[in-house]
């Protein structure tokens, strides 16, 4: 079969795609990826020479301005009709979107020529796109249960991740605590700033790998001097192994991050991005505290605050329950439950 595959922009939406358009490649079925040339989406499909790559030209709608907007809206006839293009210049037989703004042009194009539409949401709460597209789909896969939604033919099958994300180390209980700190690859400027001016002042031994995003390392670094056991770096190759490293992880709580996390057994000390849309990033991290498996603080309440959570995760050792509790959702098989339950309708 011909599958062409939608997302764009951001990571929680591309990677999951690729992992699933790698796993219909091993099941022997021609994959199209679509995004909007962008280099995030280009550097996830370096190591995937078999997925072929094409784009439009589109934007984001929700968070930009209104002259942004009417442009978005202007070109989405265009968009539609060049995708019809596509889908029957390459025989399309499914079609998988992801997320963001990319999706409605092409579960559009697909819905004219009938061809099955499937959707992916990472997030606990349903994108805006993803909703509309979830109208017409046959199918709508979970990353996680979502918020407040009771969305028809719906199945949660995990945010797909690289089966790197297991455990390898054995479970450590001595004083030294290893805390792995990530704003994702481009770094949080909240986390940069304040994660280590309080874990200077922390009296517990504590030894601290920090990804702190491209062209922020030097700051980060100044703000650690006099601290001996911290590495900090731009970007940290493989992520699997430091949160296989860690005790716990602090971050924010994008669906991708919190699913690796909780797949290597671990816990995370989760800070919401504020501006998130929907406010999805808090709704994720309150399903991760729901399962035990992480605490939130949320930036409006203060340094203070985010210091006594510090403190108590340290004093109550709550990172060794964190390890004890595993998720209840197999994410590293996500891609192949998701590309079974597609390939099963479709021969039914």
Known sequence: MNILIAAAKTGGHIYPAVSVGSEFIDNSHNVIFLGSNNILEKNALKNQPDIQYESILMKGFRGNGL???????????????????????????????????ITIPVSLAALILRKPIYVHEQNTILGSANKISSIFSRKNFLGMPLHNNNLKKSEVVGNPIRNAFKPLLQKKYDENIHIYITGGSQGAKYLNENIPKILKDISHPIFIKHQCGSGKKEEVVRLYEGFENVEVEEFFDNPNLLIDWSDFVISRSGALSLSETMSMNKGSLMIPLPNAIDNHQFFNAKYV????????????????????????????????????IESQINHTEAAKNIVSSILKQSTS
Not at 68 to 75: D, E, G, H, Q, T
Request: hydrophobic share 45%.
């Open 67 to 101: 002259a942004s907007k009417l442009l978005v809206l202007f070109n989405l006839p265009l968009n539609i009709y060049t995708l019809i293009k596509l889908i029957k210049k390459n025989n399309i037989d499914i079609v998988i979107v992801f997320g963001g703004f």
């Open 289 to 324: 505290e729901e399962k035990g498996m992480g605490i939130i603080h949320e930036q409006k309440n203060g340094i203070e605050n985010l210091k006594s959570v510090i403190n108590l995760i340290l004093s109550e050792k709550k990172y060794l329950v964190w390890q004890e």
